[in-house]
């Protein structure tokens, strides 16, 4: 959860995210910080912390509106992300850290969760529907 009005409208709602092997879920993990973003398809996790758990490439997709370019070729991986306290199975996509400062909380993971913006008091909290 957010709680800083200044923050939220400098920065956008960003929340601490957990990466995990998805084959070693308890031994390898990586926390990101990642940008709420409801305008995103997928979930992209910076590349560093996909490296750092060794996790092997699925296949390879291109995507739009992250960088300059048009469309940006990048690795999926099959991981283990735990938002909210919340594990979720999901692909992503990897850019490198320099293409993309934290990682995107895209809306395959947001159609699971409760999303709170309450710009007035600069709060933003994810959570699971009751």
């Not at 923050?7 to 390898?28: E, F, K, M, T, Y």
């Not at 490296?51 to 990048?74: H, K, N, S, T, W």
């Given at each position: 959860?957010?709680?800083?009005?200044?923050s939220l409208?400098v920065?956008?709602?960003i929340?601490d995210?957990d990466v995990a092997?998805?084959?070693?879920?308890?031994?390898?993990?990586a926390?990101?910080?990642m940008l709420?973003?409801?305008?995103?398809?997928?979930?992209?996790v910076?590349?560093?912390?996909?490296?750092?758990?060794g996790?092997?490439?699925m296949?390879d997709?291109e995507?739009a509106?992250?960088v300059?370019q048009?469309f940006?070729?990048?690795?999926v991986f099959?991981?283990?992300?735990?938002v909210?306290?919340?594990?979720?199975d999901?692909?992503v996509?990897?850019?490198?850290?320099?293409?993309v400062?934290g990682?995107?909380?895209?809306?395959d993971?947001?159609?699971?969760?409760v999303?709170?913006?309450d710009?007035?008091?600069?709060?933003v909290?994810?959570k699971?529907n009751?």
């Amino acid at each position: 959860m957010i709680d800083d009005s200044i923050s939220l409208r400098v920065d956008g709602p960003i929340v601490d995210v957990d990466v995990a092997d998805r084959d070693r879920p308890q031994d390898a993990v990586a926390s990101v910080s990642m940008l709420i973003d409801t305008g995103a398809e997928l979930t992209v996790v910076p590349r560093d912390a996909i490296d750092a758990l060794g996790i092997p490439r699925m296949r390879d997709v291109e995507i739009a509106g992250v960088v300059p370019q048009a469309f940006v070729p990048c690795p999926v991986f099959r991981i283990v992300l735990h938002v909210a306290g919340v594990p979720f199975d999901v692909d992503v996509a990897a850019l490198p850290r320099e293409e993309v400062a934290g990682g995107i909380l895209g809306r395959d993971v947001l159609a699971h969760l409760v999303l709170l913006y309450d710009g007035p008091r600069g709060v933003v909290s994810l959570k699971v529907n009751p």
